[in-house]
């Protein structure tokens, strides 16, 4: 017999009999079936005894090496009703970047490069890679599925409910839907005006992603950015349900850097936006631009351009090299490409200048050149020439101060632009090892854990916080007052 530990509210034990094995769980943690049986004497469930031995072990035990393969577990677990709890019990801690570190890595068997990432919030992930190829992993990282789609190349992906991925590729036309599970095309979207002849064959450069799991909205529009042969370019938010085109943003001629496809696209849910940004590099460094877009009324409603261009910066002369936003925090970053400094700006001040900078240890004097930030429950997370550098924003204190020690890294005074100076920390949390391995070339977070591709590294690293991560943040915060 066995109870699922972690399942529901305690209460009366409901006993089945698996395969001619007895167990006893907790009524209120079964599914609705079995939980509801009258009947007095143990319900009876033609499955194997032994995954349900080991789906219950699991739950009591996630530290234990599981029996069977999390991918059978979590089909079991969904029988039960115990899917939750198993998957509670196979996930990592919560992420904490200042003490993360590579738990594991992911390649598959064949053209195993990465061309696109994309992380859902339940810890399931897609990998494209090599020549128009998808590998997707359950929420435990078990490999579910790889199948070869109609793409020469996928540049761009994100998840959707049902496990089912748009996708999109910078030599392809179309965004196209594709079920990760049965492994075949469901639909494609194209861009397409009668009225102007140069709207033709339009690649995606940009897909945003989905709004958090605990603001998702089955409604919310799917946004991408396509482009055109000739350059021409917009925003399309596509209705998720009937994969049609509803609405055109932004549409630019590209004929200028400050009119360039987006590649990077956040939706703003909350405040109804659309963050969208551009940046190119050549002889002369870094130029790009960022703006917000009302998706309602398709007007620009804050821009900014570097190097020069509408609004002013302190730094004239240090354009940025990546930018993102939380949010959850309503934060907008950017790293320079010159001095590596992290500017934020607080989405709800935003003016000419909104930027305040905070500035690197001595590790990060490397600059900016070549970096990716990527922002990820709270945190932001920024690839250096010499390594992964995490800034954590802590939790405000009612007195405006923070518990925690000073940590390395010299800030500036943000009190100015609404910003806690002592609300940020840096760290590095890659090891010299992990930093030989290469740039890093793409981030993305998902669930609890941080995906990391290098270039030329046929690999997925996983990045992960250890068990003792809360522990040893709860203790630094009891005794540095």
Known sequence: AGRPGGGGKSGTAKQLNVGGKLF????????????????PTPTFVDRDPALLSALLSAIRAPSSPPAFPARVLLDEALFYGLHAQLLAALSPPPLLGFSASLASTLSPASEPFPTALAAHHDGSFCLAHGAGQLTYYSPALDRLTTFRTHLHRATSIRL?????????????????????????????????????????????????????ADAADTNSPILAT????????????????????IQEIGRQSGSAAKSSSPDRLVHLQELGLVFASSVSSGAFGYSGYMRLWDIRSGNVVW????????????????????????????????????????????LRRLDNDPWVYMSSGPKGSGGGHGSVLHCYKSQVFVSRKDGLEVWSRLEEQRDDTCNFPEQPGAKETLDRKGINENSFRSSYVDTEEDSKRGMIEMMEGGGDRLFVTREDMPVVEVWESSHLAGAISLFRHKFSS
């Open 24 to 39: 006893a769980l907790e009524a209120s943690s079964l599914s609705l079936s079995l939980s509801l049986d009258p009947s």
């Open 160 to 212: 959707l409910p049902s496990s089912l991925a748009v996708v999109g590729s910078s030599s392809s036309p179309g965004l196209h839907v594709y079920d990760l599970l049965e492994g075949w095309h469901v639909a494609s979207v194209e861009w397409s005006d009668p009225t102007d002849l140069r709207v033709l064959k339009a690649k995606v450069i940009a897909i945003a992603a989905r709004p958090p």
């Open 226 to 245: 396509f482009e055109c042969p000739h350059r021409e370019n917009c925003i399309l938010a596509i209705d998720p349900v009937t994969l049609k085109p």
């Open 303 to 346: 821009e900014t351009s570097e190097p020069g261009g509408s609004g002013r910066s302190s730094r004239f002369g240090d354009p940025f090299s990546d930018a993102d936003v939380d949010v959850k925090q309503l934060m907008l970053y950017k790293v320079c490409s010159k001095s590596g400094d992290i500017g934020v700006a607080d």
